[in-house]
């Protein structure tokens, strides 16, 4: 039975979604289990190097993490994919791609995310020297139906990884789960 599925974690930047698919990835390994992460930032310098920020190069960025993740899923691994991913639209499609797919809105206030920036780009967006920055002057789609929120402004790393975690057992996509019955045990 292939192990495989996608984690798309969404968020505003800065709101935690690589720190939880970082602790979440360590503890799926703890369990053997096979995980890539496909951090946004990595995949602009590499895979999407070509694009910019513009609503089109968003969406073409999150198309081509999608189809990476469409071919490590098929081979049995955990894709972890922590990205901003704006658009409803762009989340649907890669609902609809990846059979096994758990959205997961990383939700924090915009005013806490700007105080844990660490690289200063909301102040540099508030300024005016970044233009199109989601939850400034470009829009960010909340999703509608997550499988899972964590508020990340309220809940530890760890608390919203545990989450998760729950939600991938009763899903099924987890050695040892079963679908909606969380995780089996032998007798």
């Known amino acids: 039975m292939a192990t495989g599925c996608v984690v798309w974690l969404t968020g505003l930047p800065s709101s935690g979604k ?14 053997s289990l096979s995980v890539e992460i496909l951090d946004g930032d990595d ?8 694009l910019g920020f513009s609503a089109a190069d968003r969406q073409e960025h999150n198309r081509r993490v999608i189809f990476v993740s469409k071919l490590l899923m098929r081979n049995g691994l955990i894709v972890l994919g922590p990205l901003i991913s704006p658009f409803r639209e762009t989340r649907e499609f890669a609902r609809r791609e990846l059979e096994r797919f ?6 924090c206030p915009v005013e806490e995310c700007i105080r844990r920036d660490v690289k200063g780009l909301y102040a540099k967006a ?9 939850g400034i002057d470009d829009p960010y789609e909340e999703p509608l139906n997550p499988e899972v929120t964590v508020e ?3 809940l530890s790393v760890e608390e919203s990884v545990q989450r998760i975690l729950a939600s991938l057992d009763a899903a099924g996509y987890l050695p040892g ?11």
Do not use: M, W
């Open 18 to 31: 690589t720190t939880i698919a970082t602790l979440l990835a360590e503890r799926l390994r703890s369990r």
């Open 177 to 187: 789960s079963s679908p909606h019955g969380g995780v089996l045990v032998d007798r």
């Open 43 to 50: 995949i602009r310098r590499g895979l999407s190097a070509d």
């Open 126 to 134: 508030l300024r005016g020297e970044i233009k199109g920055f989601p």
């Open 102 to 107: 758990v959205e997961v809105y990383v939700k």
């Open 152 to 154: 990340t402004s309220t």
